[in-house]
């Protein structure tokens, strides 16, 4: 099993430019392969996922499906924003591997004129196995009840 040992915002810009779609950050992930993953060449899916955080860190939930893998968060106190995310496969070729991967944010548009802030950007990175536990919600259905 694989275990990440470093995740690392190598690049931020120092001002973000709310709107303009050119923002991005660059993230270091630093990933360890136990001797099984090199022998079985075992392929992974890192998922990173870049979050404004106010106060304490939400508690993510992942629900893996490989390529569609999914991330809930549950909140104890604020809700952190979600500012942007990417999938990178990673084979295990090496038995450490530093991925270098470029994140766009979305940070939408503010209409308040030109106003500064500070943003608490921190980023969630999972490694899921290509051999795991997978689990999909379904589309929601609306049925009526009958009394």
């Known amino acids: 099993m694989a275990k990440i040992s470093s995740v690392e915002l190598i690049n931020v810009p120092e001002t973000i430019i709310v709107g303009d779609n050119i923002n991005d950050i660059t993230v270091k992930t630093t990933v360890e392969f136990h001797d099984i993953d090199l022998k079985l060449q075992m392929e992974y899916m890192l998922y990173l996922y870049v979050y404004e955080v106010h106060g ?20 104890e106190d604020r809700k952190d924003d979600f500012l942007g995310e990417l999938k990178v496969k990673v084979n295990a070729s090496s038995k450490s591997e530093e991925i270098i991967s470029d994140i766009k944010l979305k940070l939408g548009l503010l209409y308040t004129g030109s106003s500064h802030y500070t943003k608490k950007l921190e980023t969630f990175a999972v490694l899921v196995p290509a051999v795991t536990t997978i689990g999909k919600w379904s589309k929601p259905y609306s049925a009526n009840l009958e009394f």
């Open 56 to 75: 304490k860190i939400d508690i993510p939930v992942l629900v893996s499906n490989w390529d569609e893998s999914a991330i809930y968060s549950l909140t």
